[in-house]
């Protein structure tokens, strides 16, 4: 994590530097084609012409103009990627352009005694970079040095160890430290309020990753609430929910529903006998053959209450609420769940009860689950181990 964030904080440092390298070369390249342009004219007023200042003027001109083209062709016209693996080389071009610019400013302040103050334009780059510049102590430290001996080594040469070179030594004592201090500033600013963000962002990406789990846990739980906590089928109150749902449909256009009630014969029966872990065991082994044929025929599986179970289809063909109906009997049958004491089957035994109905009313949902638990009474007293399905569709 924190080979991370100082990877991004460097990244963020070597984006911003870019920017505002890019930036200064276009000002400074504006600066110097207006100054050009200005000692030219005040060249042709006789009372200030002097040959000999234009020539070196225009020196120095084309050597910012050279200088300032060759980094605006890197920045604006290759336009540098940054990645992992040319990070370093990156910082060094900026190091050097530091150096450069700084040096260049050096020169030009050495050689134009006769112009401007000895001093004027070294001080005026220094502090642009120093100011705008996202820079470590070295990345500072490395141009002053070079720059302040190239610029030292040149006055002393032009004037020898006399009282102004004595005065500009401490001019330039006292601005290197100055420079420091505000470059070091603004670098510790633009540092701090990169770690800033990315603790912001660090705690959304938090923030968001607790809401997605608390939103899993809140989905987890309504589902739970939902379920049967025995079989794993939909319990009544997500029956009755989906009672809710059929209604709601019905405002957009009415629809086929087939009720299917389902009873285990003589189920007390069978508690009394094998116990009720065993009757659980029974239920549950049910409630997976009517989860299965729920996942067949996209139908929705509850538990009715106790030994009781429904499963709702909605738009399906009578013909496949027959197929349903003969499979829930048959499977149970084939799931050879012994049943001594039942006066129905050797084996657990099932009583089904269907309708089939066309719903155009909300009352029409109502009927049809009461037609259905009709059939189911029907074949409960009519012998068992049965299913009767009722049809109503008149539209």
Known sequence: ???????????????????????????????????????????????????????????????????????????????????????????????????????????????????????????????????????????????????????????????????????????????????????????????RSIQFQIEMVREAQISRGLTKKLREVNRKLELQSLLDPLTSLYNRRAYNQHLKDLQTKLKESSFKLSVIMIDVDCFKLYNDTYGHAEGDKALVKIANVLNDLADEHCCFATRWGGEEFALLLYNVSENCANEICHKVKTRVQQLKIDHCTSHISDVVSVSIGASTKHISEPDDILSCVKQADDALYYVKEHGRNNFEHRLNLNV
Request: net charge positive.
């Open 1 to 191: 994590m924190l080979d991370n964030e100082t990877l991004l904080i460097r990244t963020e440092v070597i984006k911003q530097n870019l920017q505002k390298i890019s930036l200064l070369n276009k000002i400074f390249t504006i600066v110097i084609v207006v100054l050009f342009g200005l000692t030219n004219v005040l060249s042709n007023i006789p009372i200030l012409n002097s040959d000999k200042l234009l020539q070196l003027s225009l020196l120095h001109y084309v050597l910012f103009i050279i200088f300032n083209l060759l980094i605006f062709f890197i920045l604006d016209i290759r336009k540098i990627k940054i990645t992992k693996d040319n990070i370093n080389k990156i910082e060094l071009f900026i190091n050097l352009y530091v150096t450069l610019f700084i040096t260049i400013g050096a020169i030009v302040s050495m050689r134009e005694q006769e112009i401007y103050n000895p001093l004027l334009i070294y001080t005026i780059i220094l502090f642009t970079c120093s100011s705008f510049l996202v820079l470590t102590v070295k990345q500072v430290l490395i141009p002053l040095v070079i720059s302040t001996c190239v610029l030292l080594i040149g006055l002393y040469l032009q004037r020898g160890f006399d009282q102004t070179f004595i005065l500009q030594l401490i001019y330039i004592s006292s601005i290197i430290p100055i420079a420091v201090i505000i470059s070091q500033s603004f670098t510790y600013s633009f540092k």
